[in-house]
């Protein structure tokens, strides 16, 4: 994993080295869509596949159940969450809002050695979808996004973005139905050259379009849960 794919800070940082593997190995699993919406999570499981007691795996869970990654109920345990679709909508609104005025910002702030960086991710996630790797495509999707919100600053919109997108991550392993419902390779080439060229204006119309063909795509239908095998895909 390169510092590229991924958030350098995660939404929140879990507190003790096992505590924080466990949360970084179920964060990256729902971010890949490896790990679906609505998948059980027990803590004598987690304890075992991580190596860990039940209080680190608990303390892991809920600064998941922070970022909105898990839910936990009352004596059912903890779940990865399942967006709702009005969650789905609510979601999507709340980036379209948020990264148009951080596109507007960023083609004020944006340097030359920021756009090579951003096409340097752009290069490789064309490259993993060449290759057919889903899963790095991505990563290196989100990191994209959040790279731009970082132009502007490391503070709490970037911050926001950060849960805003793995929350999105969710919405789409749930209800996401064909390549459009993933970030289009070619939309970030056209917000990066209006980036680039200093339109601030061009590039918020652009990065507003490409989240309302992400949107568009969604088959927004009530989904049936069904069950993982959370070893096969931790495998800590």
């Known amino acids: 994993m390169t510092k590229h794919e991924l958030p350098q800070k995660w939404p929140q940082a879990a507190r003790g ?3 924080d593997a466990i949360y970084r190995g179920i964060f990256e699993a729902v971010v890949e869509h490896r790990l679906p919406p ?3 999570l027990a803590e004598e499981q987690l304890g075992a596949i991580f190596r860990a007691s039940r209080t680190i795996v608990r303390s892991a869970l809920q600064d998941l ?3 909105h990654i898990v839910t936990i109920e009352r004596h059912r345990g ?3 969450s399942a967006p709702t679709i009005a969650d789905a909508h609510d979601v999507f609104f709340s980036r379209k809002v948020l990264e148009s005025a951080i596109a507007r910002e960023a083609a004020q702030r944006i340097k030359p050695a920021d756009v090579a960086r951003l096409r340097r991710m752009m290069e490789e996630e064309s490259e993993a979808l060449r290759r ?3 899963q790095k495509a991505i990563r290196l999707s989100g990191g994209f996004h959040i ?3 970082a132009i502007c600053g490391e503070g709490a919109l970037t911050q926001f973005l950060r849960s805003l997108i793995s929350r999105s991550s969710l919405v789409i392993a749930l209800y996401g139905r064909g390549p459009a419902s993933e970030c289009g390779h070619d939309e970030h080439v056209a917000f990066l050259d209006a980036l680039a060229a ?3 204006e061009r590039a918020a119309a652009a990065m507003a379009e490409h989240l309302d063909h992400i949107v568009a795509d969604l088959a ?4 049936e849960e069904s069950p993982v095998d959370l070893a096969a895909i931790l495998h800590a």
């Open 17 to 19: 080295g096992r505590a």
């Open 147 to 149: 790279a731009v919100a």
């Open 38 to 40: 609505g998948a059980k």
């Open 198 to 200: 200093g339109d601030g």
């Open 132 to 134: 057919g790797d889903r």
């Open 65 to 67: 159940a922070h970022d």
């Open 220 to 223: 927004l239908t009530e989904r």
């Open 78 to 80: 903890a779940f990865v």
